[in-house]
C-alpha cells in the first residue's frame, strides 16, 4: 500500500507542475495578444532597451555619433566647388577699346587694345596692345610692338620678339628676347636670347647671354650667394 501511496503522491506533483506550466503559457499567450493589440514592436523595444543599456559597447555608440556629423555637411563641398576660382578669372581688353586712365584688377588682365595709364592686377599681366604708363603684376608677359613705363613683378617678366620697352624692370626672374631700354633689377636668374638688346645697366642673381645679344651697361651679380670682398680680404 505504502507503494500505491508513493505513486498516487507524485502523479500529483506532475499533473500540478503540469497544470502551473500550462497557467504559465496561457499567461504568457494573453500578454503577447496584448501587446499586439496595443500595438507594441518588439524590435523597437529590443533597440529602445540597447540604447539605454550601459553594458552595451562604447564602439557603436561612437559610430552612430560620427556617421550623422559625417552626413550632415557633406553637402558643403559639393557647394564650394560650384563657386569659381578667382585665380581662372581672366578680364580682357579688346582690340579697338581705349581706356585713358588707370586700371586695377584682382584678377589676370589681357590687354588686347590700348590703355593710357598705370595697370595694378594681382594675376598675370599679358600685353599685346599698346600701353603707356607703369605694370604691376604677379606676372608679365609682352608680345607689344612698345610699351611706354617701368614694369614691376615679384614673379617672371617675358619680353617677347620685336618688343620695345622703354622703362625700368624689377623682376624676380626675366627673359628677354625683345629691346629694352631702362635698368634691370632682377632678384633671380636673367636669360637675354639672341634677339636681345639691352641699353641700361643690369643687376641680377645670375646673368645667361646667347650668341647675338647685345648689352650695353654695367652688368653686376649683386644678388649672387658669395661674398666677393671677404674672398679678396
Do not use: H, W
Request: proline share 2%; glycine share 10%; net charge negative.
Amino acid at each position: 500500500m505504502g507503494f500505491f501511496k508513493d505513486l498516487n503522491d507524485d502523479a500529483v506533483e506532475v499533473s500540478e507542475d503540469i497544470i502551473s506550466e500550462e497557467a504559465e503559457a496561457e499567461e504568457l499567450v494573453e500578454e503577447a495578444a496584448q501587446e499586439a493589440a496595443d500595438g507594441e514592436d518588439a524590435v523597437d523595444a529590443s533597440l529602445l532597451e540597447n540604447l539605454f543599456d550601459e553594458s552595451a559597447p562604447a564602439d557603436e555608440e561612437v559610430m552612430v555619433e560620427e556617421d550623422y556629423v559625417i552626413d550632415e555637411p557633406a553637402a558643403q563641398p559639393q557647394a564650394a566647388a560650384k563657386a569659381p576660382a578667382t585665380d581662372d578669372q581672366v578680364t580682357v581688353i579688346t582690340a579697338g577699346t581705349t581706356i585713358n586712365g588707370s586700371i586695377v584688377s584682382d584678377c589676370s588682365l589681357n590687354v588686347m587694345g590700348t590703355i593710357n595709364g598705370d595697370i595694378e592686377c594681382i594675376g598675370k599681366l599679358t600685353i599685346s596692345g599698346s600701353v603707356s604708363g607703369n605694370s604691376i603684376a604677379s606676372d608679365v608677359y609682352v608680345n607689344a610692338k612698345r610699351l611706354d613705363g617701368n614694369i614691376d613683378s615679384e614673379g617672371t617678366v617675358k619680353i617677347g620678339l620685336g618688343t620695345v620697352v622703354v622703362g625700368d624692370i624689377k623682376a624676380g626672374s626675366a627673359v628677354i628676347a625683345g629691346a629694352v631700354k631702362g635698368e634691370l633689377d632682377i632678384k633671380g636668374p636673367v636669360i637675354f636670347d639672341s634677339t636681345a638688346i639691352i641699353k641700361g645697366n643690369v643687376k641680377a642673381k645670375s646673368v645667361q647671354m646667347n650668341n647675338g645679344a647685345v648689352l650695353e651697361g654695367f652688368c653686376s651679380l649683386t644678388y649672387a650667394a658669395v661674398d666677393i670682398d671677404d674672398i679678396f680680404e
